[in-house]
T-cell receptor, first 114, second 112 residues
């Protein structure tokens, strides 16, 4: 079945450090890929998405590129802030079945220290 | 526009008891989804409503879970009887057709 694998957390960085959170997936066909973020006490929010190979999603300084060859969708940010501290979830959605369900990874907690 | 709301935010029950979780989607969103995250693991899909109909319930773990969406507005997810392994965070999401899913803050369920 479909699956998403994320790097284990927590990831602890100092402010202004470079961030990479790895995400790889297994799915039939070429799914749409997403990064969601959950800030403390809130629901998941869509951070960015990409719907086809080589697409780059970006938002709030975060970027991720859909790599078909490596089945990856790594999240990056050049300079993190304390306010980026949250749990980040990588997810996919199949396009070939018509199902709307999202398949998530286990989440990666990011802690940014001042 | 109000977001997705869930009630209660936290529930603690004894094994064997019944718990009902409620989700109010964003007004006008016909699609409503339930997910859960157990033991800090991945968030798993439970089911998908389109209006009052169950479009996809392939993720429901067993017959102790019953989801309803009478009238196509709010939804309830009942767990009866609850087991220890049901502990986790239950998320609800809603969307317009084919669009982004907006998530609620979740209900944290603890079964003792």
């Amino acid at each position: 079945g479909d699956s998403v694998t994320q790097m284990e957390g927590p990831v602890t960085l100092s402010e202004e450090a470079f961030l990479t959170i790895n995400c790889t997936y297994t799915a039939t066909g070429y799914p749409s890929l997403f990064w969601y973020v959950q800030y403390p006490g809130e629901g998941l929010q869509l951070l960015l998405k990409a719907t086809k190979a080589d697409d780059k999603g970006s938002n709030k300084g975060f970027e991720a590129t859909y790599r078909k060859e490596t089945t990856s969708f790594h999240l990056e940010k050049g300079s993190v802030q304390v306010s980026d501290s949250a749990v980040y979830f990588c997810a996919l959605r199949r396009k070939d079945t018509g199902r709307r369900a999202l398949t998530f990874g286990s989440g990666t907690r990011l802690q940014v220290q001042p | 526009e109000a977001g997705v709301t869930q009630f209660p935010s936290h529930s603690v029950i004894e094994k064997g008891q019944t718990v009902t979780l409620r989700c109010d989607p964003i007004s006008g969103h016909d699609n409503l989804y339930w997910y859960r995250r157990v033991m800090g693991k991945e968030i798993k899909f439970l089911l998908h409503f389109v209006k009052e109909s169950k479009q996809d319930e392939s993720g429901m773990p067993n017959n102790r879970f019953l989801a309803e969406r009478t009238g196509g507005t709010y939804s309830t997810l009942k767990v009866q009887p609850a087991e220890l392994e049901d502990s986790g965070v239950y998320f609800c999401a809603s969307s317009r057709q084919g669009n982004e899913q907006f998530f609620g803050p979740g209900t944290r369920l603890t079964v003792l």
